[in-house]
């Protein structure tokens, strides 16, 4: 479906001479006399660019803006002008035209300021759906989690994905780094363009630098044939470059050189090239301790780290356990054909309790193979591996010597109400008391107001 561009101008000629010529470049258009026209034209919601001239009668130009920008503000305005009438054009701007262009009109001047207004739109659609996927948790991103800790690293994803910055992006093994890359990516301008992932630690030091920067035919045995390196490949795109930390010190040099002259040379060969890759990269190690041990350079952390992106270990985002919890009880149960409806009041507990040392990693083969066992359609402690049954056993929650024993009881009614999901029934179930005792020690702990 090709885009549709409204002109809108009081001369005939004017209108249909620039509607010809964007036909031409392959858009639809539709064509209105007047600023009524032009705006009725608006409201049918079919357009996605208007072109208009400023003097057009009673409603003007100005008008048919202000009626845009009020009612559809990512459909772009170009403005037409006459020589005279500059200095409104430029005031049109600041009311939110996307630019605007002097008569005699320049064709094809014309046609690149429509595909740049129709470009950032498409992109700016583009965002904003994928931000709500990333916000709801649906697929693009595939983060799942509500915790306030999550919620703070989509704002800091959305706010550094668009700019070409570099960011490391830290945490313990399987709390989901790969997935903010991915997410980084499929962000920015460069969604389109190749992601291209290597990851550092699964290759032989003598291969990775021909896998990053390629390779000429014969530059060593074996290399029968000129290759692209990674830094190439992801040309105009991104390149994630996995457990950075494991790097030597040949290779940092060289990618430090990339990211300053933006240009490199395959092993064996002499021609220079230019590339443009945004960079991003992960790490489970200290790099600043790498540092000061003399193992990793302090100049190429500091390109690769311009942005850090540090995602916490799950237990201590707990909030995230539940629905995470669920989400990937429901996805192993569609994979394997079984309908199970959620956990038994123990597992639940023991789920949240547990330390989760592999984070999200362990969390998601800890519910396959609680799939895998179960044999009804509650996950019951008995599906779970012996390391979570335990901590349910040994009670979970830690409370300290000295602790009065009514913050004690807001502590095990607060960390077994959220272990929950905020389930009221279960929780007084849980805890051996009637809903009614429950409520009344919500309020008087001053728990409701955090739970509604
Ligand atoms: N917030 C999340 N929502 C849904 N799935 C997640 C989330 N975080 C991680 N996962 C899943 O957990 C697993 C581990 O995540 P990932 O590979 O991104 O971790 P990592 O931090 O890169 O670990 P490592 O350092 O070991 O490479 C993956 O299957 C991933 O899809
Ligand atoms: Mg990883």
Known sequence: MSLKILIADDE?????????????????????????????????????????????????????????????????????????????????????????????????HLALLAKRALDRRAL????????????????TSSIIGRSAAIKSIFERIRKVAPTKAGVLITGESGVGKELVADALHNLSERADKPFIKVHCAALAESLLESELFGHEKGAFTGAANAKKGRFEMANGGTLFLDEIGEINQSVQVKILRVLQEH????????????????????????????????????????RLNVVNIDVPPLRERKDDIPILASAFLQEFAADNNKRIDGF????????????????????????????????????????????????????????????????????????????????????????????????????????EADEE
């Open 12 to 108: 005939p000629n004017i209108r249909a001479g620039i509607a010809e010529y964007l036909r031409m470049e392959g858009y639809d258009t539709c064509l209105a006399a007047d600023g009524n026209e032009a705006i009725a034209e608006t409201d049918r919601g079919e357009v996605d660019l208007v072109i208009t001239d400023l003097k057009m009668g009673k409603i003007s130009g100005m008008d048919v803006l202000r009626h845009v920008v009020g009612h559809y503000p990512s459909l772009p305005v170009i403005i037409l002008t006459g020589h005279g009438t500059v200095e409104d054009a430029v005031a049109a701007m600041r009311d939110g035209a996307y630019d605007f262009i002097t008569k005699p009109v320049n064709l094809a």
């Open 124 to 139: 700016a659609q583009r965002n904003q759906e994928l931000l709500q996927e990333i916000e709801t948790g649906k697929k």
């Open 263 to 302: 240009s490199f040379e395959r092993v064996g060969g002499e021609r220079t090239l230019e590339t443009d890759v945004r960079v991003i990269s992960a790490t489970n190690r200290d790099l600043l301790a790498e540092i000061k041990k003399g193992s990793f350079r302090e100049d190429l952390f500091y």
């Open 344 to 447: 038994d009041a123990k597992a639940r507990t023991a789920l949240y309790n547990y330390g989760w040392p592999g984070n999200i990693r362990e969390l998601r083969n800890c519910m396959e193979s609680a799939v895998v066992l179960t044999s009804g359609n509650i996950i019951t402690l008995d599906d779970l591996p012996p390391a979570l049954r335990g901590s349910e056993e040994s009670g979970g929650i830690r409370l300290s010597l000295g602790i009065r024993l009514d913050a004690a009881e807001r502590i095990i009614i607060g960390d077994t109400l959220a272990a929950n999901e905020g389930n009221k029934s279960r929780t007084a179930e849980i805890l051996g008391i009637s809903r009614k005792t429950l409520y009344q020690k919500l309020r008087d702990y001053g728990l």
